[in-house]
């Protein structure tokens, strides 16, 4: 609460009134009418985009909301402070994280974590108290929403994914000398944030569209959960039977199975895309070599799924 | 009292605001087809005037469906609908700019706090931040919420709630409320609690004011005009005096020989209709009531309760309500639920 509003609070209080009674009730302040500025369509929007993204981290909200998301980013912003102290303490001040893929593993992790969190708190809980006929019944159209919510947990992915990216640019940048090591970091660095928003778009829009269909919290957790996780397992899964199956050692290219598998998640999807567009470290999926507009195609069906869903899902969703 | 009489209490930089003129909502042969069913509204063509109306009918006939359609929620199947002189079809975020709406349903977070949500809605009304928090302490404060607004919608009573639901709907400062079953849920105090603030609003606020509702008695009591519809027709369209003055009558009571003063009223030309504890006696104005006193005094009884009354709305839904007909119904009181 603002002080303001404690300070209203406080003089419109029965007791603060003057009445002395304790059961004094106001009624007879009269109606003010309000003759000042009213916001555009756009800008509803973008307080709607505000609030969804402070709710996404559960700022304004009980302890309870935060523990999820502030876990999740430290756990992400870990690696980068531990590459921090390495670059300082070692000899050669050599970074040991990659910026394309961070530490693939962890990331993928978390973010699912995240994703399944968070993506519910955005969308489930207007479905759940049937808050969304309220919205409809402003002056926003109906589009207006899912592209609010979609802009905020995308930038709400966007600050998990990029902030580790950048204190590990800071934590190295701090430890090189001369202009020309400096841009050769803020070089590494670029894709790393171009490779950053690409995976915040896919996995913002798929998580909340997952997590659209239920407003039942568990649910919509559970799904997004489901989602993300059985389509990685499995393509995981399919790249090691393609990997080893097929004896990718003999004939040093893996197999076709190895290299169309990650096809089928999109945490696979966007490694593909990464090594499609010339990211040599070592990731998920063996490098798709010849196959890699595929992914660059996958990567572009998810984000239609994803961003098309999420408003043809709002189109039909019911008020009436 | 009528809204046409009301004064809009003008706040600091308010500048004078009379209450609405000409027409408030115009809906013209608006037919509304759900997928394979029956029509939800059926050619109703109807005009609203400023005030507060009351827009009445079985559940299922069309209220909730007439309103969504006005709001720009629900597009008609056919027919055209215009709400404070802009088409719902074409200028839908303008209308919902000046109005409020209160839905039927439960539609409140409970985690959150109502200060905070109505807030929050103000903006999405379009109002920027700090007016927004005041707007909101406003409208909470008018509902007759104070301190509880800083604790959880969730731990609040039914009838605490319906205060929220209305409060969010006055933040933007519409120019018109559409308001449905705003008593939902309530028990009778607290019904009668939300009655007298919605009339209050209508009279104080300057706010034209449609409410929703399948209680009859609901709308006789704050309303100044009545919409009836049934089954997505119009059924009636008209001031609440008008309706409920159709024709009068006049209920007498007395200890005993109930009986005895009927004979003796038809011998005087006045037929009778015998209810619970008393007799229904068509009013044809001073004479009848000299005619009953005269009866009761030749007879001598005492006379236990003399009562003049409408005919209640209830009877629009009567297909026996024929003006002059006297039907023993013609004299129940308090809200009948006609669903």
Same mark, same amino acid.
């Given at each position: 609460?603002?002080?303001?509003?404690?300070?209203?609070?406080?003089?419109?209080?029965?007791?603060?009134?003057?009445?002395?009674?304790?059961?004094?009730?106001? +009624?007879?302040?009269?109606?003010?009418?309000?003759?000042?500025?009213?916001?555009?369509?756009?800008?509803?929007?973008?307080?709607?985009?505000?609030?969804?993204?402070?709710?996404?981290?559960?700022?304004?909200?009980?302890?309870?909301?935060?523990?999820?998301?502030?876990?999740?980013?430290?756990?992400?912003?870990?690696?980068?402070?531990?590459?921090?102290?390495?670059?300082?303490?070692?000899?050669?001040?050599?970074?040991?994280?990659?910026?394309?893929?961070?530490?693939?593993?962890?990331?993928?992790?978390?973010?699912?974590?995240?994703?399944?969190?968070?993506?519910?708190? =955005?969308?489930?809980?207007?479905?759940?108290? +049937?808050?969304?006929?309220?919205?409809?019944?402003?002056?926003?159209?109906?589009?207006?929403?899912?592209?609010?919510?979609?802009?905020?947990?995308?930038?709400?992915?966007?600050?998990?994914?990029?902030?580790?990216?950048?204190?590990?640019? =800071?934590?190295?940048?701090?430890?090189?000398?001369?202009?020309?090591?400096?841009?050769?970091?803020?070089?590494?660095?670029?894709?790393?944030?171009?490779?950053?928003?690409?995976?915040?778009?896919?996995?913002?829009?798929?998580?909340?569209?997952?997590?659209?269909?239920?407003?039942?919290?568990?649910?919509?957790?559970?799904?997004?959960?489901?989602?993300?996780?059985?389509?990685?397992?499995?393509?995981?899964?399919?790249? +090691?039977?393609?990997?080893?199956?097929?004896? +990718?050692?003999?004939?040093?290219?893996?197999?076709?199975?190895?290299?169309?598998?990650?096809?089928?998640?999109?945490?696979?999807?966007?490694?593909?895309?990464?090594?499609?567009?010339?990211?040599?470290?070592?990731?998920?999926?063996?490098?798709?070599?010849?196959?890699?507009?595929?992914?660059?195609?996958?990567?572009?069906?998810?984000?239609?799924?994803?961003?098309?869903?999420?408003?043809?899902?709002?189109?039909?969703?019911?008020?009436? | 009292?009528?809204?046409?009489?009301?004064? $809009?209490?003008?706040?600091?930089?308010?500048?004078?605001?009379?209450?609405? $003129?000409?027409?408030?909502?115009?809906?013209?042969?608006?037919? @509304?087809?759900?997928?394979?069913?029956?029509?939800?509204?059926?050619?109703?063509?109807?005009?609203?005037?400023?005030?507060?109306?009351?827009?009445?009918?079985?559940?299922?006939?069309? @209220?909730?469906?007439?309103?969504?359609?006005?709001?720009?929620? %629900?597009?008609?199947?056919?027919?055209?609908?215009?709400?404070?002189?802009?088409?719902?079809?074409?200028?839908?975020?303008?209308?919902?700019?000046?109005?409020?709406?209160?839905?039927?349903?439960?539609?409140?977070?409970?985690?959150?706090?109502?200060?905070?949500?109505?807030?929050?809605?103000?903006?999405?009304?379009?109002?920027?931040?700090?007016?927004? @928090?005041? $707007?909101?302490?406003?409208?909470?404060?008018?509902?007759? %919420?104070?301190?509880?607004?800083?604790?959880?919608?969730?731990?609040?009573?039914?009838?605490?709630?319906?205060?929220? @639901?209305?409060?969010?709907?006055?933040?933007?400062?519409?120019?018109?409320?559409? %308001?449905?079953?705003?008593?939902?849920?309530?028990?009778?105090?607290?019904?009668?609690?939300?009655?007298?603030?919605?009339?209050?609003?209508?009279?104080?606020?300057?706010?034209?004011?449609?409410?929703?509702?399948?209680?009859?008695?609901?709308?006789?009591?704050?309303?100044?005009?009545?919409?009836?519809?049934?089954?997505?027709?119009?059924?009636?369209?008209?001031?609440?005096?008008?309706?409920?003055?159709?024709?009068?009558?006049?209920?007498?009571?007395?200890?005993?020989?109930?009986?005895?003063?009927?004979?003796?009223?038809?011998?005087?030309?006045?037929?009778?209709?015998?209810?619970?504890?008393?007799? %229904?006696?068509?009013?044809?104005?001073?004479?009848?009531?000299?005619?009953?006193?005269?009866?009761?005094?030749?007879?001598?009884?005492?006379?236990? $309760?003399?009562?003049?009354?409408?005919?209640?709305?209830?009877?629009?839904?009567?297909?026996?309500?024929?003006?002059?007909?006297?039907?023993?119904?013609?004299?129940?009181?308090?809200?009948?639920?006609?669903?």
């Amino acid at each position: 609460m603002s002080a303001s509003a404690a300070a209203e609070g406080a003089a419109m209080s029965p007791t603060a009134n003057g009445n002395g009674n304790g059961t004094g009730v106001i +009624h007879d302040i009269g109606y003010r009418s309000y003759e000042g500025q009213r916001l555009g369509r756009g800008a509803i929007g973008r307080a709607l985009t505000w609030h969804s993204l402070r709710s996404a981290f559960g700022l304004r909200r009980g302890v309870k909301a935060k523990i999820i998301p502030v876990i999740t980013f430290v756990i992400l912003c870990a690696p980068a402070v531990v590459n921090a102290a390495a670059v300082a303490l070692s000899g050669n001040h050599v970074r040991q994280i990659s910026y394309d893929t961070y530490v693939p593993s962890l990331r993928i992790v978390v973010m699912l974590v995240f994703l399944a969190a968070q993506a519910p708190e =955005l969308v489930s809980r207007d479905l759940r108290s +049937h808050t969304l006929p309220l919205y409809f019944a402003r002056p926003i159209r109906r589009i207006d929403y899912p592209v609010a919510k979609l802009t905020a947990f995308f930038l709400a992915c966007l600050i998990m994914l990029e902030i580790p990216l950048l204190l590990l640019y =800071l934590g190295t940048v701090a430890q090189v000398h001369g202009g020309s090591a400096v841009w050769t970091e803020t070089r590494a660095l670029i894709p790393g944030l171009l490779l950053g928003a690409a995976w915040a778009l896919v996995l913002a829009s798929l998580g909340l569209l997952v997590a659209s269909f239920s407003g039942k919290r568990a649910f919509a957790t559970g799904g997004v959960a489901v989602f993300f996780f059985l389509t990685f397992t499995l393509a995981s899964l399919l790249t +090691h039977i393609g990997l080893n199956s097929f004896g +990718h050692a003999a004939l040093g290219a893996p197999s076709a199975l190895a290299r169309l598998a990650g096809l089928i998640s999109p945490f696979t999807v966007l490694d593909g895309l990464r090594q499609w567009l010339g990211g040599t470290t070592v990731g998920q999926i063996p490098n798709p070599g010849s196959l890699g507009p595929a992914y660059g195609l996958a990567f572009l069906v998810f984000l239609l799924i994803g961003i098309g869903g999420l408003i043809l899902r709002y189109r039909k969703v019911g008020v009436a | 009292m009528t809204a046409q009489h009301a004064v $809009r209490a003008n706040g600091p930089g308010g500048g004078p605001r009379g209450p609405a $003129r000409g027409v408030v909502i115009e809906a013209n042969a608006l037919t @509304k087809r759900y997928q394979g069913s029956v029509n939800a509204l059926d050619q109703l063509t109807v005009v609203v005037e400023p005030g507060v109306t009351g827009l009445v009918g079985a559940n299922g006939a069309g @209220k909730s469906t007439l309103i969504k359609i006005l709001l720009g929620l %629900l597009e008609p199947t056919s027919g055209t609908a215009a709400v404070l002189g802009h088409d719902s079809a074409t200028d839908g975020a303008q209308i919902r700019t000046l109005t409020g709406y209160m839905p039927e349903h439960d539609c409140l977070p409970p985690d959150v706090t109502a200060t905070e949500f109505v807030t929050h809605m103000g903006r999405m009304s379009g109002l920027p931040p700090t007016a927004a @928090k005041e $707007r909101a302490a406003d409208s909470l404060r008018h509902v007759g %919420l104070y301190e509880e607004r800083y604790r959880q919608i969730g731990t609040y009573s039914t009838g605490m709630k319906q205060r929220v @639901k209305l409060a969010q709907a006055l933040v933007g400062d519409p120019r018109l409320l559409l %308001l449905d079953e705003p008593t939902n849920g309530l028990d009778p105090a607290g019904r009668n609690q939300m009655l007298d603030l919605v009339a209050r609003i209508g009279a104080e606020f300057g706010i034209s004011i449609v409410v929703a509702s399948h209680l009859l008695g609901e709308i006789e009591q704050i309303c100044d005009h009545l919409v009836a519809i049934d089954s997505g027709r119009l059924l009636r369209a008209d001031t609440i005096s008008s309706v409920t003055q159709v024709s009068e009558v006049l209920l007498v009571e007395v200890e005993e020989g109930t009986e005895l003063l009927a004979a003796e009223l038809a011998r005087r030309g006045l037929a009778t209709v015998a209810q619970q504890r008393g007799l %229904l006696i068509q009013l044809a104005g001073e004479q009848t009531y000299d005619a009953v006193r005269d009866a009761i005094a030749d007879l001598g009884m005492p006379l236990n $309760r003399m009562e003049q009354r409408r005919h209640r709305l209830e009877e629009l839904f009567r297909d026996e309500a024929v003006p002059g007909a006297l039907e023993p119904a013609a004299t129940r009181t308090g809200a009948a639920d006609v669903g």
